[in-house]
């Protein structure tokens, strides 16, 4: 295990194969309880997976995902792993009003705490949704009693990202214990690149990954890493009225996915993000909007 001192938080957005951020114009929200769900299946084969290496992560998931398979949320916390949110059902945060804000976030905790059994304390914004367009987003969270949210993307992509905010842990509320603990960003020749999984490990040799994760351990500090259970389902029914652009991202290399995760795994030490917002609390910065 190459920088086995870092320990880096690991973490699933549990959403199925048609709730992805890529496919919200072709298919209505209306229509997806005609569809096949395929999510329980994929979650029982990353658990697997996680045994096979060893290692505890977070299931960041949706309350809809969570309303219609429960036994795969038990067996999330039955094998040791965290279930905690990811906003009822994909919608973005910046387009919600505070006051929708905390309404979808406690209608997806209410059903993750019945389906799980226990205190859901960590959240991610549906497609990194909370920027420079919404920071209020943290303090709805902060009132809700959120340990931390790992809901930022400090970089600049074509859905999301919030260019000015730390790599690193930070507190994004003055008086407030909230953690916010941003996805990974590597620095190539001055510029920040998101590197946390995702499209990016999918689709790029595994040596970038590699490559990105251990310049954030040589920095001293974790890396936040991401996939979703649809990456690893090379079987899953293909949306075909999408954009070109969006089949591309969202089909390639899911045969090979399993495998490259287990190499990840193996190459570096990883831990659910509760635990990492706890070690992290010390050198967060404090940083508000
Ligand atoms: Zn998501």
Redesign the pocket.
Same mark, same amino acid.
């Not at 490559?211 to 974790?222: D, H, K, T």
């Not at 649809?230 to 079987?235: L, S, T, V």
């Given at each position: 295990m190459s920088d086995s001192k870092i320990v880096n938080g690991l973490s699933v957005? !549990?959403?199925d194969w048609f709730? !992805? /951020?890529a496919f919200e114009t072709t298919i209505a929200r209306h229509d997806w309880d005609g569809l096949e769900l395929r999510v329980g299946d994929n979650v029982a084969r990353i658990l697997d997976l996680f045994d096979r290496s060893g290692v505890k992560a977070t299931f960041?998931t949706?309350g809809w995902v969570a309303e219609r398979n429960k036994a795969a949320m038990r067996a999330i916390v039955e094998r040791g792993h965290e279930l905690a949110s &990811? /906003?009822y059902d &994909?919608t973005r945060v910046f387009t919600f009003s505070p006051a929708e804000f905390a309404e979808d976030l406690a209608k997806a905790r209410a059903i993750l705490e019945d389906a799980g059994g226990q205190a859901i304390t960590g959240y991610?914004a549906?497609?990194f949704s909370i920027d420079a367009r919404n920071p209020w987003a943290h303090e709805v969270l902060a009132e809700q009693g959120y340990t931390y949210s790992s809901s930022v993307a400090p970089v600049v992509h074509d859905h999301y990202g919030w260019r000015e905010a730390p790599r690193f842990a930070f507190n994004p509320v003055v008086d407030s214990e909230l953690v916010e603990i941003p996805v990974t960003t590597a620095i190539l020749r001055g510029k920040r690149l998101a590197a946390g999984g995702g499209g990016f490990f999918r689709v790029l040799p595994y040596g970038f990954s590699r490559w990105a994760i251990g310049q954030v351990n040589r920095e001293g500090r974790p890396a936040v890493f991401y996939f &979703?259970p649809w990456e690893i389902d090379p079987d899953q029914p293909r949306v075909a009225g999408a954009p070109l652009r969006s089949r591309l991202r969202h089909y390639t290399n899911l045969a090979k996915m399993a495998d490259k995760l287990s190499v990840l795994l193996g190459d570096f030490a990883w831990d659910r993000m509760d635990a990492l917002a706890e070690r992290e609390k010390p050198f967060s910065l404090e940083w508000a909007a």
């Amino acid at each position: 295990m190459s920088d086995s001192k870092i320990v880096n938080g690991l973490s699933v957005d !549990v959403e199925d194969w048609f709730q !992805v /951020g890529a496919f919200e114009t072709t298919i209505a929200r209306h229509d997806w309880d005609g569809l096949e769900l395929r999510v329980g299946d994929n979650v029982a084969r990353i658990l697997d997976l996680f045994d096979r290496s060893g290692v505890k992560a977070t299931f960041f998931t949706l309350g809809w995902v969570a309303e219609r398979n429960k036994a795969a949320m038990r067996a999330i916390v039955e094998r040791g792993h965290e279930l905690a949110s &990811h /906003g009822y059902d &994909h919608t973005r945060v910046f387009t919600f009003s505070p006051a929708e804000f905390a309404e979808d976030l406690a209608k997806a905790r209410a059903i993750l705490e019945d389906a799980g059994g226990q205190a859901i304390t960590g959240y991610r914004a549906p497609s990194f949704s909370i920027d420079a367009r919404n920071p209020w987003a943290h303090e709805v969270l902060a009132e809700q009693g959120y340990t931390y949210s790992s809901s930022v993307a400090p970089v600049v992509h074509d859905h999301y990202g919030w260019r000015e905010a730390p790599r690193f842990a930070f507190n994004p509320v003055v008086d407030s214990e909230l953690v916010e603990i941003p996805v990974t960003t590597a620095i190539l020749r001055g510029k920040r690149l998101a590197a946390g999984g995702g499209g990016f490990f999918r689709v790029l040799p595994y040596g970038f990954s590699r490559w990105a994760i251990g310049q954030v351990n040589r920095e001293g500090r974790p890396a936040v890493f991401y996939f &979703h259970p649809w990456e690893i389902d090379p079987d899953q029914p293909r949306v075909a009225g999408a954009p070109l652009r969006s089949r591309l991202r969202h089909y390639t290399n899911l045969a090979k996915m399993a495998d490259k995760l287990s190499v990840l795994l193996g190459d570096f030490a990883w831990d659910r993000m509760d635990a990492l917002a706890e070690r992290e609390k010390p050198f967060s910065l404090e940083w508000a909007a």
